[in-house]
């Protein structure tokens, strides 16, 4: 059903709210006073959404997409949004989530937008037909995929490698089949991995060993990793050299598909942000850890006991180049948080966890005597509710940074400082 609708607000994921008598309709690509031609449609979860036709009049925040593809691509989510509506509507995500928490922190830091061009994590859809590869991205609430030639949001090193990827693929995929393919570039180094069928059978071959080793030596890859599905096991098919990356003052070998922020740029941004709520001298708790992205830092100011439930992580920061004073701990801190005797150890505690938050280890923080606790999140919806744990327990929320390295999409970050006076 076609229909003339008003946008009313934009909802957190970045898509235009008509509000109706029949609830809210959801339009992609839509800004607060456009009027918009839509065709009407039930989601599968019962959402009303509505897919742009036409534009009939421009919200005064409206500007022209800078991406030739923004319109057939799932990429980006908001380059159609002029700079100040956007950096307005970011920091509001954030201190919307705070509101319905009822939280008001003493002091917002001015938040840092960082520009695009930087993303050093790509994951590209990929199938083959014959002897052509596509590889793209899917467009939002689409299995369709839209061929990338270039992209704005990438570094450049990331799309250099996929153009030699297109041909280089052809020998390892496996005709009519689609795949994913990983890109993760790391101070001039680079690692690919595939996820979905190759060779012949859906496995590895002599054919694709010998396509991996010519994408190896073609495209210059360190490392090329594969599994059949998302949730399976990574086969190394072949390594050239490791993969290292400096957080700090530690150099940690890093596992294939380890997690990196996204940008160099951001991940600056948010240890400076860190560091600066750190003490000058203490005995820390890295939460949440990884690879070590805030722990290297972290060292300067004193010992650090690092945690994650990833054990290629752990084992990563256990054969770190650097300092010692680091204890690598395998943990998973969802089942088994860090209990109030356990944390009154440390001077602060610092916690960056998945979407999902820290509930759980926000309830038994609570109850500790820890003078600091510094949050950094990806999810405002999950941070606030976790923030609301910690103030009720006693902490005050002193501050909070907005940091935006998902340039032009509807996610943020931020890192936020807890006390107890």
């Known amino acids: 059903m076609a229909a003339d609708l008003l946008i009313h607000a934009l909802g957190p994921k970045g898509d235009g709210v008509h509000r109706g008598e029949r609830g809210p309709v959801f339009v992609d690509r839509a800004l607060p006073g456009d009027r918009v031609e839509v065709q009407i449609r039930s ?15 421009a919200s005064p925040h409206r500007v022209e997409a800078s991406c030739p593809v ?23 995500v954030v201190s919307d989530a705070l509101d319905r928490q009822g939280l008001e922190p003493e002091v917002w830091h001015e938040p840092v937008f960082l520009p ?44 250099a490698l996929r153009a030699k990827l297109v041909t280089a ?12 393919i990983f890109i993760q570039t790391v101070d001039g180094a680079s690692e690919v991995v595939i996820t979905g069928p190759i060779g012949k059978k859906g496995v ?12 190896a030596h073609g495209a210059n890859v360190n490392r090329i990793a594969w599994r059949a599905r998302e949730r399976d096991t990574l086969e190394v098919l072949l390594e050239v050299n490791p993969l290292y990356a400096k957080f700090g003052a530690l150099d940690v070998p890093l596992p294939p598909l380890a997690f990196l922020q996204p940008t160099k740029p951001g991940e600056a941004a948010l240890v400076a942000a860190v560091m600066d709520a750190l ?41 770190a180049r650097g ?99």
């Open 43 to 57: 989601d599968a979860d019962g959402a009303l959404r509505g897919d742009l036709i036409k534009v009939i009049e």
């Open 70 to 92: 923004y319109e057939v691509c799932g990429g980006c989510t908001l380059q159609h949004a002029g700079d100040e509506f956007y950096r307005t509507w970011k920091t509001s």
């Open 116 to 159: 695009a061009g930087h993303r050093r994590r790509v994951t590209f859809a990929a199938s083959r037909k014959k002897n052509a590869v596509t590889l793209g991205y899917h467009r939002r609430r689409s299995h369709e995929v839209t061929d990338i030639a270039a992209c704005l949001t990438a570094d450049p090193a990331i799309m």
């Open 169 to 180: 693929l052809v020998p390892i995929l496996q005709d009519g089949k689609a795949a994913d």
């Open 204 to 215: 590895p071959d002599l054919q694709v060993y010998e396509g991996v080793a010519e994408l």
């Open 279 to 319: 003490p000058a001298k203490g005995r820390f708790a890295d939460l949440f850890a990884g690879c070590g992205t805030f722990s290297g830092s972290m060292l300067e100011r004193g010992p650090v006991e690092a945690f994650d439930n990833v054990e290629s992580a752990i084992r990563a920061l256990e054969k």
């Open 323 to 421: 300092p010692k004073p680091l204890k690598a701990v395998l943990r998973d801190l969802f089942r088994n948080p860090l209990d109030p005797e356990e944390a009154n150890r440390f001077d602060a505690v610092l916690f960056d966890p998945p979407r999902a938050g820290a509930q759980e280890q926000a309830r038994m923080l609570a109850t500790a005597k820890t003078p600091l606790v510094i949050a950094v999140s990806c999810s405002p919806a999950t941070f606030a509710r976790d923030a609301r744990i910690l103030v009720d327990g006693g902490y005050v929320l002193e501050s909070v940074k907005v940091i935006d390295q998902f340039t032009w999409s509807h996610h943020v970050e931020l890192v936020a400082v807890f006390a107890r006076h």
